[in-house]
């Protein structure tokens, strides 16, 4: 494993060096010293990221993982609370009442929300799946109106789309009854969510994406330089990171990332978790982080779920605290490798918008310890 950058204890020194007429001048700055962050999210601010996690509205009363949660994260996703059929039960009657309690815990809680998905050919309300043609593409863009105009103001980023491309080898669109109503259905998702909402960032997210050789890789690329080229607004692309071992973290990961970063779009990694133990899971965590650092369009890191005993897949005990709160191996793993730097996100430097902490890279210049 990397050994962090030390940064706690001394004040580090900037040194700038400048021609004043014949004299040379030598300036030296002491800045204040730069704690190493003890949390996910103070670690992550530092390059000006956010670090995440799903919330289950259900599990908002217990407090031992509100404690964990509230303390170590600053990105919410409602784990299933603000998805079609949770939001939209019968058509055109919408119950945010459970989306709420997410939205309201994490802006309470000084939090900022991912808003999860406008549109999926899962999770469909029972009315929606039996729709077709012109008829489910109008259901479809009033559900992406309606939702993103309620929460207007409150979302930092919508997952617009998610999961449209098939596994396998053809790199081609997932069949699904919102498929089936033509092929602009994703754009058209898109350009409603954007008159709906100006202000959030919108993403198109999926799984398997991870791999650079991958064909479904290859095809979500493709549609999002396709957008990129026709003016469609995309602002970032989730990669949902569901590792384990039939899946693992790809080695060219870090090409995935910067590659899509380069058309111009944020990337995320938006649901990560990775099936083990021990130090290996904690290797693997580290190079995923390691990875998203070395992207500066990388903006931030969100695990999707808080104990292993919270995820969709508590067997393969995917996540960073076990089920009595306790931090793993991986959890330690990735702070250490938050706390060891990498690019600094230029969307949200710590100067801009007060998400990151006073650093000497601010003043730039050559850096002396
Ligand atoms: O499957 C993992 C994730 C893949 N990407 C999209 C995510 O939205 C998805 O999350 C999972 C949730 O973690 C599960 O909690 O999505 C599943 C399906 O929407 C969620 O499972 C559902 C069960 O299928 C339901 O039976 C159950 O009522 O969770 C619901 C609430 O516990």
């Given at each position: 494993m990397t050994t962090p950058r030390p940064r706690s204890s001394r004040s580090r020194l900037i040194t700038a060096t400048g021609c004043l007429s014949a004299a040379v001048l030598t300036v030296?700055?002491?800045?204040?010293?730069?704690?190493?962050?003890?949390?996910?999210?103070?670690?992550?601010?530092?390059?000006?990221r956010y670090f995440g996690t799903a919330i289950a509205a259900s599990r908002l009363s217990d407090s031992a993982y509100t404690t964990i949660a509230n303390r170590e994260f600053n990105m919410i996703t409602a784990e299933n609370e603000m998805k079609m059929d949770a939001l939209e039960p019968?058509?055109?009657?919408?119950?945010?009442?459970?989306?709420?309690?997410?939205?309201?815990?994490?802006?309470?809680?000084?939090?900022q929300v991912r808003g999860h998905a406008l549109a999926?050919?899962?999770?469909?309300?029972?009315w929606m799946q039996n729709?077709?043609?012109?008829?489910?593409?109008?259901?479809?863009?009033?559900?992406?109106?309606?939702?993103?105009?309620?929460?207007?103001?409150?979302?930092?980023?919508?997952?617009?789309?998610?999961e449209a491309f098939a596994d396998g080898n053809s790199g081609g669109r997932r069949d699904s009854n919102l498929q089936r109503t033509g092929n602009d259905w994703i754009e058209a998702a898109f350009r409603a969510a954007r008159a709906a909402d100006p202000n959030a960032k919108l993403c198109y997210n999926d799984y398997n994406t991870d791999n650079w050789s991958h064909a479904k890789t290859q095809g979500v690329y493709n549609?999002?330089?396709?957008?990129?080229?026709?003016?469609?607004?995309?602002?970032?692309v989730g990669f949902q990171a569901h590792f384990n071992s039939g899946n693992p973290v790809p080695s060219n990961y870090h090409t995935t990332l910067q590659n899509f970063a380069d058309l111009g779009v944020d990337v995320q990694i938006t649901e990560l978790?990775?099936?083990?133990?021990?130090?290996?899971?904690?290797?693997?965590y580290q190079g995923v982080i390691q990875a998203c650092l070395s992207v500066a369009r990388c903006t931030g890191i969100t695990v999707w779920g808080v104990r292993d005993t919270d995820s969709w897949r508590a067997?393969?005990?995917?996540?960073?605290?076990?089920?009595?709160?306790?931090?793993?191996?991986?959890?330690?793993?990735?702070?250490?490798?938050?706390?060891a730097g990498g690019t600094t996100n230029p969307a949200h430097h710590p100067a801009a918008d007060g998400w990151g902490q006073l650093h000497g890279d601010l003043l730039g210049g050559p850096e002396v310890e």
């Open positions: 030296t700055l002491a800045v204040p010293a730069l704690a190493a962050g003890s949390t996910l999210q103070a670690a992550a601010a530092e390059s000006g019968n058509q055109n009657q919408f119950n945010y009442a459970n989306g709420d309690r997410i939205v309201n815990w994490a802006r309470q809680n000084g939090k999926w050919h899962s999770q469909q309300p029972g729709m077709s043609g012109t008829a489910l593409r109008n259901a479809m863009l009033n559900h992406v109106t309606q939702v993103a105009t309620y929460y207007r103001g409150k979302i930092h980023s919508w997952d617009v789309v998610n549609m999002v330089r396709d957008f990129k080229a026709r003016g469609v607004p995309i602002d970032c978790d990775i099936e083990g133990s021990g130090s290996s899971q904690a290797q693997q067997s393969g005990t995917p996540l960073l605290f076990d089920g009595s709160g306790n931090k793993k191996a991986a959890y330690t793993s990735v702070l250490n490798q938050l706390n």
